[in-house]
Every structure is written in structure tokens, then in C-alpha cells.
């Protein structure tokens, strides 16, 4: 069985630092994995998509990386502003079927401090 | 603006009732999903659906029925067969994938049910 987990759960750093966010999955047959920002109350923005034949992924300042034959992803958020502040969710795609069906981290909880 | 709408944002209800919670999108999207979000774990599975007048069972799929008449619609109804239906509701939806690459997932803003 898939279990998708997020470390650290909790985050806190201070403005203009680089930091990553790492996620692990036990099943590295999986075929993609998606990053998601969830503000308090709010629903998911996703932010990056990896398909499984892709190892990485680069959105202005973010950069997601996925390395399936360690079970691994990180996010590396650079230059990290107050807006950044949020919980990150990562999920990965099981296999088998056209819909993305994805099993979900329970997502680490970014505090930027200005 | 394209995107998901999900409808109400907040909904109470007595014990015993049904309720639905609406999920509308303009992406032209053929995948839609419903996800239960609990405090403290990650979002669940509950129903998904591929095509007009097809769904299948997610992972938590007791307790809850979903319709898709439409491709834009996919409405859940909460029964009252839900043991513990407190909890933040998500709608999304994806395109469909084709070979080994799967379409991006979409949310919407949720709605929270809170059972009195």
C-alpha cells in the first residue's frame, strides 16, 4: 500500500532563506507527483507536476525534483517571502487508468517570518 | 476565469439529514473527484468519475453518492448512512491522461459541513 510522508510537519524560517521540503513514498511505481499550496481555510493551488519519466520541474522560484528509485521528492523554494507562508502538500499518482487518482502527504506547515 | 466552483462554503446539518454539496467547472475537464480533508491527515478519496453517467468508488466512498449527468456538474450528496460526516469537502478535476502521463489536478475552494 501507498503511504506518501511529509517531513518536517512544521517549518519556520526567516525571511530571504532558501529552504526545501522533502516528501517520500513507499511504492516507486507511481506515475506522477503533483505539489500543492494550501492556504488556511482555502482549497489546493497546485504548484508542479512531475510525470514519472521527468525528474524535475522549475516554476519561477520553485524547483521540485523526483528521484522514483529512492522514493523521494523535494521542493526548493528560493528567496522565501511571507507570502510563501502556507501548508505544502505533496501527492503522488497510483498507477494504472486515465484519472489522476493521488494519495496525499499530510502536507508540511511553512511559517516565513519577516 | 475558468476554474472550479464549489457550493456553499459552509454548511450545517442536524444529524439525520442528507445534504449536497455542488461542484461546478468550466475547464472542460472530463475527470472530476471528490477528496475529504480531516485535520491532521491527508485528503481521502471519496468518488471520482471519468465520463458523463459513470463514477466509481474512491478509497472512503460509504456513506456518500455522487451523480454526473452533466460534464461541468459533479454534485455529492452526504447521506445520513455517514458515520462522521464533519469535515472540509474538495472538488476537483483533471483532464484525462494518455499513456504514461496523467492530466494536472485542479481544486476547488471547498466546502466545510459541520454536522450539529
Known amino acids: 500500500k501507498q503511504e506518501v510522508t511529509q517531513i518536517p510537519a512544521a517549518l519556520s524560517v526567516p525571511e530571504g532563506e532558501n529552504l526545501v521540503l522533502n516528501c517520500s513514498f513507499t511504492?516507486?511505481?507511481?506515475?506522477?507527483l503533483q505539489w500543492f499550496r494550501q492556504d488556511p481555510g482555502k482549497g489546493l493551488t497546485s504548484l508542479l507536476l512531475?510525470?514519472?519519466?521527468?525528474r524535475e520541474q522549475t516554476s519561477g522560484r520553485l524547483n521540485a525534483s523526483l528521484d522514483k528509485s529512492s522514493g523521494r521528492s523535494t521542493l526548493y523554494i528560493a528567496a522565501s517571502q511571507p507570502g510563501d507562508s502556507a501548508t505544502y502538500l505533496c501527492a503522488v499518482a497510483r498507477g494504472g487508468g486515465a484519472t489522476n487518482k493521488l494519495i496525499f502527504g499530510t502536507g508540511t506547515l511553512l511559517a516565513v517570518q519577516p | 476565469d475558468g476554474g472550479i466552483t464549489q457550493s456553499p462554503k459552509y454548511l450545517f446539518r442536524k444529524e439525520g439529514q442528507n445534504v449536497t454539496l455542488s461542484c461546478e467547472q468550466n475547464l472542460n475537464h472530463d475527470a472530476m473527484y471528490w477528496y475529504r480533508q480531516d485535520p491532521g491527515q491527508g485528503l481521502r478519496l471519496i468518488y471520482y468519475?471519468?465520463?458523463?453517467?459513470?463514477?466509481q468508488k474512491g478509497d472512503i466512498a460509504e456513506g456518500y453518492s455522487v451523480s454526473r449527468e452533466k460534464k461541468e456538474s459533479f454534485p455529492l450528496t452526504v447521506t445520513s448512512a455517514q458515520k462522521n460526516p464533519t469535515a472540509f469537502y474538495l472538488c476537483?478535476?483533471?483532464?484525462?491522461?494518455?499513456?504514461?502521463?496523467?492530466?494536472?489536478?485542479?481544486f476547488g475552494e471547498g466546502s466545510r459541513l459541520t454536522v450539529l
Open positions: 512531475i510525470q514519472s519519466s521527468q
Open positions: 476537483a478535476s483533471s483532464t484525462l491522461g494518455t499513456g504514461r502521463n496523467t492530466g494536472e489536478l485542479f
Open positions: 511504492d516507486s511505481a507511481i506515475y506522477n
Open positions: 468519475s471519468q465520463i458523463v453517467n459513470d463514477f
